[in-house]
T-cell receptor, first 112, second 115 residues
Framework: SQQGEEDPQALSIQEGENATMNCSYK?????LQWYRQNSGRGLVHLIL?????REKHSGRLRVTLDTSKKSSSLLITASRAADTASYFC????????????FGQGTTLQVKP | DGGITQSPKYLFRKEGQNVTLSCEQN?????MYWYRQDPGQGLRLIYY???????QKGDIAEGYSVSREKKESFPLTVTSAQKNPTAFYLC??????????????FGAGSRLTVL
């Protein structure tokens, strides 16, 4: 069962622009995480936001969480060509055993 | 360097054959996971293990089997019962598989193609 749905599925921007990706989920969560995947590679953890947090920053990344709307957004500011990758949200559902459920992902292309 | 090693990176299999994908970690993590990824899709959980000698089915366990005899190792066998095994397989681990912030560390993946 896929917990998260991401929007848009694909995004193409110019270098220097900001990129925003959204994630919606269905059940109560302990935390929500964002991961990045370069083509043909494993995923890399970017940032985690807990259910009692509303916003978190890490470098050029800004994540928001709205538990009332069951949604999160990932903002990448001043994007670079090296940010080209797929980005996935993953939810750790309340009452779950700790396993993460991943969304379908957003493919980001940053043009130089 | 600490990390997760998956092997082989590429694997070809004839229909009807079982294959085993290796996953080894030296991070001293308790929990390990296997995910399947199809082109343009998200990750779907196959099996996970929170402790040695124990594992649970994920969302798509049919046609797969695992073992967890050692903390460091969590091999996945794709059996002939798996109807559509061609996919990218990702192994991951986390410090704890229980309640809490289980951040996953992933291996580089194994791409299985059935001929």
């Amino acid at each position: 069962s896929q917990q998260g749905e991401e929007d848009p599925q694909a995004l193409s921007i110019q270098e220097g622009e900001n990129a925003t990706m959204n994630c919606s989920y269905k059940t109560s969560i302990n935390n929500l995480q964002w991961y990045r995947q370069n083509s043909g590679r494993g995923l890399v953890h970017l940032i985690l936001i807990r259910s009692n947090e509303r916003e978190k920053h890490s470098g050029r990344l800004r994540v928001t969480l709205d538990t009332s709307k069951k949604s999160s957004s990932l903002l990448i500011t001043a994007s670079r060509a090296a940010d080209t990758a797929s980005y996935f949200c993953a939810t750790d559902a309340t009452g779950n055993t700790g396993k993460l459920i991943f969304g379908q992902g957003t493919t980001l292309q940053v043009k130089p | 360097d600490g990390g997760i090693t998956q092997s082989p990176k590429y694997l070809f299999r004839k229909e009807g054959q079982n294959v085993t994908l290796s996953c080894e970690q030296n991070l001293n993590h308790d929990a390990m996971y296997w995910y399947r990824q199809d082109p343009g899709q998200g990750l779907r959980l196959i099996y996970y293990s929170q402790i040695v000698n124990d594992f649970q089915k994920g969302d798509i366990a049919e046609g797969y089997s695992v073992s967890r005899e050692k903390k460091e190792s969590f091999p996945l066998t794709v059996t002939s019962a798996q109807k559509n095994p061609t996919a990218f397989y990702l192994c991951a681990s986390s410090i704890t598989g229980g309640f809490g912030a289980n951040v996953l560390t992933f291996g580089a993946g194994s791409r299985l193609t059935v001929l």
